[in-house]
């Protein structure tokens, strides 16, 4: 008797703690991304990249600005259901009076998205005010979206008109704790945040799972991120040689690649070639206190080392891009995607300095072009 009770009591044990596995691990799924405060408090407005604001509704007042805060494009806005797409129970012409049964971009089968479905945000149309593909966005550009203490995850899906922002799918509002009802739902008022990661993407679009995980990762990257050089473009299609004495955007760029305590001030002063010299020295280039090829490869390349290969997306991705931009002297796309333009760049860049040449970025590569090479 004793012994049978001792293997009983064993097996409802490890019963109990069968059933806990799957407990924990759904929890720890759920916190594996950063909090709606600390997304709200990282979305600053660092820089502005709207001409002007948005509306909220149609002919309300233009109060949304688009913004970008390191890597991330954001704007607060209210929410209003887009229904779009399939047609479904809680989304049709009987439950939305402006239903549309198409989307702007569409499932890997062709099909419309599935408001119903799957989370998804509304982006406004290419105007004046801005234009989503000069920041890197597109079709199955993953997003956080914050309300209240709530954060979920979400893609691109849609378009909208071209004077207002603030509007996502029938999921996202059902996942954020809105309402849903296409007719009656959503809500009014600055009290929403969209934070969408450029070069970030799901694959395909309507894989809600690779959301999550991409835009967990993305979002814990954004918050952890400092601000140094987030409002001064880093981007450009050549970076010209600068010295004692040059000026302009290109100089903002190196001032704060180099680091400091400094707002750039755009000057190449004495304290710029100093921070120059200091920097050569550290990656074994001449110390002259002029940033020529060299120097800005190692500059732009200055960072952790992930292995990135084609259909890599992400802040690295644009890192490895403005590298091999200064390295090859020759203009690579910076949209964090690694297609196949990034990848025969890769391999002319490792065929020049007689590396594997694979297409894929690891340690070798990504120390080579840290040493300005």
């Not at 950063?34 to 709207?50: F, H, V, W």
């Not at 439950?95 to 549309?100: A, I, L, M, V």
């Not at 997306?313 to 002297?329: E, S, Y």
Request: hydrophobic share 35%; with cysteine; aromatic share 6%.
């Amino acid at each position: 008797m004793v012994r049978r009770s001792i293997v009983v009591c064993l097996a409802l044990a490890l019963t109990g703690l069968a059933l806990l596995v799957p407990l924990r691990h759904s929890q720890a799924d759920e916190q594996a991304g950063p909090t709606a405060d600390q997304l709200r408090s990282r979305a600053s407005c660092e820089s502005q990249l709207s001409n002007g604001k948005y509306a909220h509704d149609s002919g309300g007042s233009k109060t949304a600005a688009v913004c970008r805060s390191g890597d991330a494009v954001h704007w607060t806005a209210d929410f209003d259901i887009d229904c779009d797409g399939q047609r479904t129970t809680q989304c049709n012409e009987n439950t939305d009076p402006s239903f549309q049964p198409e989307t702007s971009w569409q499932q890997s089968d062709g099909r419309p998205l599935n408001s119903a479905g799957l989370p998804f945000i509304v982006v406004p149309l290419p105007s004046s005010i801005w234009d989503y593909r000069t920041a890197g966005i597109g079709g199955a550009t993953v997003a956080a979206v914050v309300y209240q203490d709530k954060v979920a995850y979400a893609v691109v899906g849609d378009q909208g008109p071209t004077g207002i922002i603030g509007e996502g799918s029938y999921k996202l509002a059902q996942q954020l704790g809105i309402n849903p009802n296409p007719a009656s739902g959503g809500v009014d008022g600055a009290v929403v945040t969209y934070i969408l990661f450029p070069g970030v993407t799901s694959v395909p679009i309507e894989n809600a799972a690779d959301a999550v995980s991409k835009g967990e990762a993305a979002a814990n990257a954004f918050v952890n991120s400092t601000q140094t050089c987030a409002s001064t473009n880093l981007d450009f299609p050549s970076y010209p040689t600068i010295q004692s004495g040059s000026t302009g955007a290109a100089v903002n760029a190196a001032q704060c690649l180099l680091g400091g305590t400094n707002e750039p001030s755009g000057t190449f002063d004495t304290a710029t070639v100093d921070a120059t010299k200091s920097f050569q020295t550290r990656v074994d280039l001449p110390s002259d206190g002029v940033i020529g090829a060299a120097t800005w490869t190692a500059l732009l390349a200055a960072g952790d080392q992930p292995t990135l290969r084609l259909n890599s997306t992400g802040a690295a991705v644009r890192r490895l891009q403005r590298a091999l931009t200064a390295a090859l002297a020759r203009t690579v796309a910076i949209d964090g995607q690694f297609g196949p333009q990034t990848e025969t760049a890769a391999k002319d860049y490792q065929t020049s300095r007689q590396l594997v040449v694979d297409g894929v970025v690891g340690p070798v590569t990504w120390t080579s072009l840290q040493g300005g090479k």
